[in-house]
């Protein structure tokens, strides 16, 4: 990491990095936050005949926005290594994809992807990654990937994981926890860590049991927020920043799932939903109602707040 990026605190917070200012549109704005069952739910109907998706399109488009997250707040010419640690799962695709799309944004990439999925589309992400020259990361070396890193994407487990969690995962996550990150701090810098649907660990639905698993910097929501990640996005200590990506969502699901997602600027496959606060299912018809009265026209460049370019 160089030198103008500030001290991480007790937290391991980077406190000024530019894009991390407090959003100034989030006062009133709400969210609705779903369960891990109704998250199983949009994506079958995403990936169903009516909804017409492939699972690589939305891996794609999940990841791209994963990979905006990580570029909007840990920018490539301060944070210019980012560990990416992938899962065995579809977020562990959602890891790939982000794993390129950051090579191309001039990061240099660090992979750690202990347990392929098992359909060939890994196996392809995964080839594409080789081409780039990743770097590809044992399990033993993880620790040493952590020190390394000036940014670490969790992309490990989302919205399907359940329990405890089980090697090859359960020891560097680990290491990634809140105490063993403190003591890595007195050696180096502790690396932020964005996580993507849920910090790996959590219970999706229930969030930090015992408060014993680590606490990302920032976490990207996928579709719609998920119940777990409360006591990070509304809890009285409003620590982190939190995004809403995958900008796949017809007004069809939006409205059976009464999700009234809030309006992305402009091109971008992020929005900053930093402070919202939660919105009932009632709230959401009612809004959504109000939206088909109007056109919503959304021209502003803003995607973190970083107000318009020279
Ligand atoms: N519509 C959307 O928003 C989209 C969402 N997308 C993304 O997909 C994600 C959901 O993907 P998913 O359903 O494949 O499962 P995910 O959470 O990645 O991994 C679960 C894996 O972990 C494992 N496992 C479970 N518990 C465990 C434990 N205790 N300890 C160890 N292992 C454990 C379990 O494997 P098992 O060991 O049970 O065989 C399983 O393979 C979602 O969060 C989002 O990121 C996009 O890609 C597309 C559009
Ligand atoms: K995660």
């Known amino acids: 990491m160089t030198s103008n990026t500030t001290d991480a605190g007790a937290t391991g917070i980077a406190q000024q990095t530019p894009a991390l200012q407090t959003p100034l549109s989030s006062a009133n704005q709400k969210l609705r936050y779903i369960d891990a069952e109704t998250a199983v739910k949009?994506?079958?109907?995403?990936l169903s005949e009516e909804g017409g998706f492939s699972i690589d399109q939305l891996m794609e488009l999940a990841g791209l926005s994963c990979a905006q997250t990580v570029f909007a707040?840990?920018?490539?010419s301060t944070f210019g290594t980012v560990l990416v640690a992938a899962g065995p799962g579809n977020q562990g695709g959602d890891g790939l994809v982000a794993a390129r799309h950051l090579s191309h944004f001039g990061y240099r990439v660090m992979l750690w992807y202990p347990k392929q999925g098992k359909t060939e589309l890994f196996a392809r992400l995964k080839k594409q990654l080789k081409n780039?020259?990743?770097?590809?990361?044992?399990?033993?070396?993880?620790?040493?990937?952590?020190?390394e890193a000036d940014v670490v994407l969790d992309a490990i487990f989302g919205f399907s994981f359940k329990g405890e969690p089980r090697e090859p995962f359960k020891e560097p996550l680990d290491a990634m926890n809140n105490e063993s990150r403190m003591e890595f701090e007195a050696r180096r810098k502790v690396p932020p860590i964005v996580s993507i649907d849920i910090p790996s660990g959590w219970s999706v639905d229930e969030g930090n049991q015992g408060g014993k698993k680590f606490t990302p910097q920032v976490i990207l929501s996928l579709t719609a927020p998920k119940h777990g990640i409360k006591s990070f996005t509304l809890g009285?200590?409003?620590?982190?920043?939190h995004f809403l990506g995958g900008r796949f969502v017809s007004d069809e699901i939006e409205e059976k799932f009464a999700l009234a997602l809030p309006v992305y600027p402009a091109d971008a496959q992020i929005v900053d939903v930093t402070g919202f606060g939660e919105m009932s299912p009632e709230e959401?018809?009612?809004?959504?109602e109000e939206e088909n009265l109007y056109i919503i026209y959304t021209n502003d460049f803003d995607y973190c707040n970083h107000g318009p370019l020279p």
């Open 42 to 46: 949009i994506d079958e109907q995403l």
């Open 236 to 241: 009285p200590e409003k620590i982190g920043r």
């Open 284 to 288: 959401a018809k009612q809004k959504l």
């Open 132 to 147: 780039l020259n990743v770097d590809f990361v044992d399990t033993d070396e993880f620790v040493d990937a952590l020190e």
């Open 73 to 76: 707040c840990y920018p490539p």
